[in-house]
Nanobody, 120 residues
Framework: QVQLVQSGGGLVQAGGSLRLSCAAS????????MGWYREIPGKQRELVAV???????NLADSVKGRFTISRDNAKNTVDLQMKSLKPEDTGVYYC??????????????WGQGTQVTVSS
């Protein structure tokens, strides 16, 4: 079992910055990738950023140049640094970690969600 606990987020004015953090505990041996998703009102949950265990990153076009995903291996945390925030970034953000044990045994876990509100 894996537990993901999120921290950070809150209310910020447009143009401001926020940092989200996700701390993982449990059996992390077969971690494959870590990511952040968000749910914006009226839209489906979407991928914001992903970081694979080999260090590759991918960001949604809407956040490129503004958001950065990073991992602290010693602390087992994955962070999302958000800069130049826009009102359209408002939503609930979830961290996600995927584990691969075999082709038929893949699992994913979610954090509890964190509200990010950007005022105009």
């Amino acid at each position: 079992q894996v537990q993901l606990v999120q921290s950070g987020g809150g209310l910020v004015q447009a143009g401001g910055s926020l940092r989200l953090s996700c701390a993982a505990s449990g059996d992390l041996f077969r971690l494959d990738r870590m990511g952040w998703y968000r749910e914006i009102p009226g839209k489906q949950r979407e991928l914001v950023a992903v970081l694979t265990i080999d260090g590759s990153t991918n960001l949604a076009d809407s956040v490129k140049g503004r958001f950065t995903i990073s991992r602290d291996n010693a602390k087992n945390t994955v962070d999302l640094q958000m800069k130049s925030l826009k009102p359209e970034d408002t939503g609930v953000y979830y961290c996600n970690e995927k584990f691969v044990y075999s082709d038929s045994a893949k699992y994913e876990y979610w954090g509890q969600g964190t509200q990010v509100t950007v005022s105009s």
